[in-house]
């Protein structure tokens, strides 16, 4: 007997399907690969087509105390941005999805208003009411700027988790004997964890390569790394804009992947 | 294991201060007694079963459970098992977790958590997959899980809210004769949510037919069946006949009508639809005056099952019509 072969008819949504999603990869990936490019340049300008490898422009990065003071600085807000915006976020999200507050969605659009609000206009606003209260510009006023703006991320993946959330899980384990604190420690805690995590990975980030609210919230010499990488490139255009950029990118980067194995991610969130 | 007779007395629940989920209902279900609250989604069961749970207050009325006023105690207070429709395992933590969970919070010492869990788990036959999650178990396998869980407290009282909704028929099934004999080895007070009527017949002590949130009948499985209070109880559980004689409506199964030949009968009509199911024919016979009965031909016997546009009398012993209110 001879097997029946059908041919698969040529499907022209599916090939439209991988070439749009083909053309978005490259579109997000090739600005990352240009910069590679540029950081393993020896050229003493960007320019193209390199001409060589070589680990110059990292040297210059690492060697140079403003870039390191500048990293430092950036990981420590946004490692301090991550904690309070987790904590910030986290509970807001928890009143918005369960307590009984009048007024819940102006409150939650209110809550996520810093994301429609121009990040310059917040800067440019706490600037003004630093200024007012005359506090200055201390860092913890800066990381507060920053939560500010990185509490909303927060928010909306907790939220998001929370609106999924079975509460009869909660309530089998209020008859089986837990009091309430037991309930929200036990479980429900549990269960939203991943979602406020990754919304912390957003926070870190938004900190990290805050620009705009940072501009006008830092001192001279306690600038973050992204305020001396836009101060640096005004006067030089060489590789180690681009070697710094790429220090950031893998730093991001490993953030997400340690968080990932931490808490798995992806198996609650969808980002 | 002990346990516990409940009753709910002059129960009402309202909710956003307009829909009445439950209507003063008072209800007796005895110590170790299988009890169903049956009736249409939205009749008011759940809702008494989550105020039995504590996870709603009544407006007004008592629960009683073993005798005690258990209105205002919190739900972790009140040492009872429940079972949901959708078993709300706990997900990040494995089987074993699960069916400790109870005996963790009761503060039972680890060696005896061991012991007793472990016995849990062969009661349900469960037995070598203590450490899987939830999400790596089968939907019947799960559900063993939430028993084992809700049951290893030695609850008095279990509250069971549709635990065997999402199963297929087989297991399902297989689930109902297993539920049923644990219940009686255990002696547990089992209260059982459910809308599907055969369900509540087979495994039942007792059943509260509910509807709009009041109580329209209890009584055994054969009571509701055979002598249903009210047209609402006839025409909920099983297939019914109502028939208007002297303006009382009386209620008559389908298996109590006998198929006879045309002149002589009580009714003469034509056959006009056939539903064969198995072990019987649901018969669908339109009357000369227009109305339609509907008549179960079993297959015990040899003659071939009628079929659409037979002439048929139907006929019917007056004993076997059960008078209905309402």
Known sequence: ??????????????????TLNGLLLVFLLAPIAIVLVFALNPMPYISFPPVGVSLRWFEKFFASAEFMNALWLSLWIAGCVLV????????????????????????????????????????????????????????????????????????????AVLHN??????????????????????????????????????????SFDQFPVSLFLVVPKGETLPVVLFNYMKFDLDGAIAAASMVSILLALSVVLVLERLIGLKAYVKL | MTSAAIRLEQVTKTFDGRVVAVDAITLDIAAGEFFSLLGPSGCGKTTSLRMIA??????????????????????????????????????????????????????VPRADIERRVAAALAQVALTGLEDRKPSQLS????????????????????????????????????????????????????????????????????????NKGRVEQVGSPAEIYEQPRTRFVADFIGEINILDEAGTARALRPEKIRLVTPDGARVAGRVET?????????????????????????????????????????????????????
């Open chain 2, 139 to 210: 939907g019947g396998q799960q559900q063993r899980v939430a028993l084992a869980r809700a049951l290893v407290v030695e609850p008095p009282v279990l509250l069971c809210d549709e635990p065997l909704g999402a199963l297929d028929r087989k297991l399902r099934q297989q689930m109902q004769f297993e539920l049923k004999e644990l219940q009686k080895r255990l002696g547990v007070t089992l209260v059982f949510v459910t809308h599907d009527q055969e369900e509540a017949l087979a495994m039942s002590d007792r059943i509260a037919v509910m």
């Open chain 2, 274 to 326: 056939a539903n064969y199911l198995g072990g019987s024919t649901l018969l669908r016979v339109r009357a000369s005056d227009g109305s339609s009965m509907l008549v179960r031909e079993t297959h015990a016997g040899e003659r071939a099952s009628r079929t659409p546009g037979d002439l048929v009398g139907l006929t019917w012993s007056d004993q076997d019509t059960v008078a209905l209110e309402g």
């Open chain 1, 165 to 206: 959330f079975d509460r009869r899980i909660e309530e089998a384990a209020a008859v089986l004997g837990a009091s309430p604190v037991r309930v929200f420690f036990e479980v429900t805690l549990p269960l939203i964890r991943p979602g406020v995590f990754a919304g912390g990975v957003f926070a870190f980030i938004v």
């Open chain 2, 54 to 107: 504590g996870f709603e207050h009544p407006d007004s009325g008592r629960v009683y459970v073993g005798g005690r006023d258990i209105t205002d105690v919190p739900v972790h207070r009140r040492d009872m098992g429940m079972v949901f429709q959708s078993y709300a395992l706990f997900p990040h933590r494995t089987v074993v977790e699960n069916v400790a969970f109870g005996l963790r919070m009761r503060e």
């Open chain 1, 1 to 18: 007997m001879k097997a029946v072969l059908n041919k698969r008819p040529f499907d022209a949504g599916h090939a439209a399907y991988v």
């Open chain 1, 84 to 159: 309070l915006s987790i904590l910030i976020g986290g509970g807001c999200a928890l009143a918005l999805a369960r307590g009984s507050l009048p007024g819940r969605p102006f409150l939650t659009a209110f809550f996520m208003s810093p994301l429609m609000l121009p990040a310059i206009l917040t800067g440019l606003a706490l600037f003004q009411a630093y200024l007012l209260a005359g506090i200055g510009r201390p860092v913890w006023g800066l990381i507060l700027a920053h939560t500010l703006v990185a509490v909303p991320y927060v928010i909306r993946t907790t939220l």
